[in-house]
Nanobody
């Protein structure tokens, strides 16, 4: 069992930065691949970035490549999403998910646990 709590969202101007955190509880955190997803009103939840349990490999959706960086600290049971050069189209609720898959899946239905989400709003 893994519980996830996201934090770090907020309101930022275009071009600014935010760092999201995903704090986990549960002894098996390090066994899960982690993914960050985002969901705008009226849209489906979309993959943003993912990281293997070891942290050795990371994956990004095309719209965020070169701007976002995912990382994790298994000792601290926390994952991060550093978001730079933010754009208004990055506005969404951001969710952290944990998956038993080795490679973090791009599909939201392949995740076993989710946090409650944190709102990110980027003004133009």
């Amino acid at each position: 069992q893994v519980q996830l709590v996201e934090s770090g969202g907020g309101l930022v101007q275009a071009g600014g930065s935010l760092r999201l955190s995903c704090a986990a509880s549960g002894r098996t955190f390090s066994r899960y691949a982690l993914g960050w997803f985002r969901q705008a009103p009226g849209e489906e939840r979309k993959f943003v970035a993912g990281i293997r349990w070891s942290g050795g490999s990371t994956y990004y959706a095309d719209p965020v490549k070169g701007r976002f960086t995912i990382s994790r600290d298994n000792a601290e049971k926390t994952a991060y999403l550093q978001m730079n050069s933010l754009k208004p189209e990055d506005t969404a609720t951001y969710y952290c998910g944990a998956s038993r898959a080795i490679v973090p899946p791009p599909r939201s239905d392949e995740y076993d646990y989710w946090g409650q989400g944190t709102q990110v709003t980027v003004s133009s």
